[in-house]
């Protein structure tokens, strides 16, 4: 059995979890299993799920750079130098400050080494040491990987880099009748009223108080309105400030991070994404194959993301009333199943992972 170093997952439930979990589960694991390196000693995302599937998680093993540069350096090539049977790095990023492992891996001869990168950050240009360590890339990586053309030209400029799709468990996707009527009756939604769903961070990035203003204008002009909120994160206070300056208590439902975010769009009736950067928007891909009308930032989220032609796009300049409106006028729209024009459209996580794996098995050719 042969190991990879996979770096990216955090406490969170987010995109990028979800795709390297999505990875992980649709790998042949007698033959390749996964380190997961994390830089904090807290639970990780489905951390018990890992476990059970045989990978081992190293809880920031290794002193900071910034504390000790010489022993952080000395313990990740005697991490290495004790792990022979390590055939790849693979580094999910939101960013390239520290790419580190990436160069201890090259002096170490690690013949697969990866970075991918997962965000579109356009209001936020490349920092100095960024800048530098792009042009690093080239002789540290075998691989530069990206979720979306946006993605990769965002992260590595003008390299080359290859597009490799955010695939998903499309089955656990599909809208369930029996889904929707367990969770609505769960969370006192009536039949008739209108959901609104969102799920995200509460971060910056998710503009996820813009959205509460956007749901607001829907409320003031249907009150049988609900909205649907699940995630956690540094807004959590604000958030919840703002549901109560707007009384809104009775209407905002306010979900933790789960693992079972599937069950909860099929008891939604639209899906609302105002963010102010993307890499790709794995929630919209989720979104879509549940069957749901999509509102999204315009030049925000990439256009690979539209595979069911149901995203509507609309400026992240225009009012919380113009979004609202936006959102309004679908409350009557059928929900259609479009989980074969994902498949076609090649975001399957089976085809995913194979293309993954092999990437990977180029590091047993190269021993």
Not at 69 to 87: G, T, V
Not at 96 to 118: G, Y
Request: glycine share 4%; charged share 25%; net charge neutral.
């Amino acid at each position: 059995m042969k190991r990879v170093v996979q770096f990216g997952m955090t406490p969170n439930y987010g995109g990028v979890e979800a795709f390297i979990m999505n990875l992980y589960r649709n790998l042949n694991h007698e033959e390749i299993q996964f380190d997961f390196f994390v830089n904090s000693n807290s639970p990780i995302s489905y951390e018990d799920e890992i476990k059970s599937l045989g990978g081992r998680i190293i809880h920031q093993r290794f002193v900071s750079r910034k504390k000790n540069p010489f022993k952080h350096y000395k313990e990740l090539f005697q991490y290495f130098k004790e792990n022979p049977d390590i055939i790849a790095v693979h580094l999910n990023k939101a960013n390239i400050r520290d790419i580190d492992l990436l160069i201890v891996a090259k002096l170490m001869k690690i013949p697969v080494r990866i970075i991918h990168s997962h965000i579109d950050n356009r209001l936020q240009k490349l920092q100095f040491f960024e800048k530098i360590n792009q042009k690093l890339l080239k002789c540290v990586t075998t691989h530069l990987l990206a979720c979306s053309y946006e993605a990769g030209n965002y992260m590595f400029g003008k390299l080359d880099y290859q597009v490799i799709k955010d695939g998903v468990n499309i089955q656990k996707f599909q809208f369930n009748k029996l889904y929707r009527s367990q969770i609505r009756k769960q969370l006192n939604i009536l039949d008739d009223e209108f959901v609104v769903g969102s799920i995200g961070r509460f971060c910056e990035q998710k503009n996820t108080l813009f959205l509460l203003d956007i749901f607001f204008e829907i409320y003031k002009e249907d009150k049988n309105s609900k909205l649907l909120l699940i995630g956690n994160g540094p807004l959590k206070t604000e958030v919840n400030k703002k549901i109560y300056d707007f009384n809104l208590q009775d209407n905002v439902i306010l979900i933790d991070e789960t693992i079972e975010a599937n069950k909860y769009y099929s008891a939604m009736d639209i899906f609302l994404f105002p963010s102010l950067y993307e890499g790709f928007g794995m929630v919209l891909l989720e979104a879509q194959i549940s069957g749901l009308k999509c509102i999204a930032s315009k030049d925000v989220i990439p256009e690979l993301v539209d595979i069911t032609k149901e995203i509507e796009y609309v400026s992240l300049t225009s009012t919380a009333k113009w979004w609202a409106n936006c959102v309004s006028k679908y409350k009557k729209i059928k929900r259609y199943d479009k989980v074969n024009l994902v498949i076609n459209a090649g975001f399957d996580i089976n085809d995913i992972a194979e293309q993954l794996e092999k990437i990977y098995r180029e590091g047993e050719i190269n021993e």
